[in-house]
């Protein structure tokens, strides 16, 4: 079984500043890695997915993560966040070849101005 | 546009009323997965269709049933609605299983009175 742990609940930051939230995941098998995102009442939108290759992925909105299997971690990064990137975002594993995403508690980035 | 649509967005029942929820795709994707998603919490996975096979998640309460009609439309039928049931429920499709994005609906808001 997966599990995933988003080590943040909250993360404040001001406009324009860098932004990481941290995602770790535990598997005894290997995995694919997903960031999704969700505004306020509306469905989960993927931000990028890891699958295999490069460990640094780059997704829309200018949000790129980096896979780190020694470490399990599968980290968010923003160099320069907006007001409109205020949303939760989830971290989310799946096992290759599998049919369930298993979802991380969500991590709520709120930028202020 | 091609996309997942729920229905209705907001719901209200009544404790023990029996509700349905609804979600449709344009998508034609095989697979179609139900969400339960309780404030401030992860999705969690209820059960899902790969094409017509219906597989249920083993702590999904009996109370949650599904159906499948055809490719285009899926129903999340909840037979006897208690207060623990309120929640956000969102659709999602994949084209297949796997590494393959899941796409999710609005999603729609239960009220349990």
């Known amino acids: 079984a997966q599990s995933v742990t988003q080590l943040d609940s909250q993360v404040p930051v001001f406009e324009e500043a860098p932004v990481e939230l941290r995602c770790n995941y535990s598997?005894?098998?290997?995995?694919?890695l997903f960031w999704y995102v969700q505004y306020p009442n509306q469905g989960l939108q993927l931000l990028l997915k890891?699958?295999?290759?490069?460990?640094l992925v780059k997704g829309i909105n200018g949000f790129e993560a980096e896979f780190n299997k020694s470490q399990t971690s599968f980290h968010l990064r923003k160099p320069s966040v907006h007001i409109s990137d205020t949303a939760e975002y989830f971290c989310?594993?799946?096992?290759?070849?599998?049919?369930?995403?298993?979802f991380g508690a969500g991590t709520i980035l709120r930028v202020k101005s | 546009d091609a996309m997942v649509i729920q229905n209705p967005r907001y719901q209200v029942t009544q404790f023990g009323k029996p509700v349905t929820l609804s979600c449709s795709q344009t998508?034609?994707?095989?697979?179609m997965y139900w969400y339960q998603q309780k404030s401030s919490q992860a999705p969690k996975l209820l059960f899902h269709?790969?094409?017509?096979?219906?597989?249920n998640e083993a702590d999904t309460p009996d109370n949650f049933q599904s159906r499948r009609p055809n490719t285009s439309f899926c129903f999340l039928d909840i037979r006897s609605p208690g207060l623990g049931d309120a929640a956000m429920y969102l659709c999602?499709?994949?084209?297949?299983?796997?590494?393959?994005?899941?796409?999710f609906g609005p999603g729609t808001r239960l009220t349990v009175l």
């Open positions: 598997s005894s098998v290997s995995v694919y």
């Open positions: 998508l034609n994707h095989n697979v």
């Open positions: 999602a499709t994949s084209r297949d299983v796997g590494a393959n994005e899941q796409f």
């Open positions: 269709y790969y094409d017509k096979d219906f597989n």
């Open positions: 989310a594993v799946s096992e290759i070849y599998g049919n369930k995403l298993v």
């Open positions: 890891y699958l295999s290759g490069s460990t």
